[in-house]
């Protein structure tokens, strides 16, 4: 049963992401929130010099996702059915882009940056 959820889960979030002004290839869109998306499938937090993300990319593969940091929000242009879209992470804090160090295995994108000293 917990498959199935997952299942359901992921196909609304997937829904979620396409119609939200996606009508095929690399479309602009709207920022994402932080809140727009479910706790189980993100989470971020922060120490004094970094800023570390995680999120679930369920149905991506790594040759179909590219990321882009930029000084406050990751750029996450990907694959779907040979469509490709693009949608817009808003972070909380301001980082430093080219100290990013991303990992994307097994459907988990792993991000971890340097924020700006405020």
Do not use: C, Q
Request: charged fraction near 35%.
């Amino acid at each position: 049963m917990r498959d199935i959820d997952d299942i359901e889960r992921i196909m609304r979030m997937i829904e979620r992401i396409l119609s939200s002004n996606f009508t095929g290839g690399i479309t602009k869109s709207d920022d994402l929130e932080l809140s727009d998306i479910r706790d189980d499938i993100l989470d971020v937090f922060e120490d004094e010099k970094y800023l570390y993300v995680t999120l679930e990319l369920r149905g991506i593969e790594n040759s179909n996702l590219n990321v882009t940091p930029t000084k406050n929000s990751l750029i996450l242009e990907f694959s779907l059915d040979d469509t490709w879209y693009r949608r817009s992470l808003r972070l909380p804090k301001t980082i430093k882009p080219k100290t990013a160090k991303i990992h994307f295995n097994n459907y988990i994108l792993d991000v971890v940056v340097e924020k700006n000293e405020e």
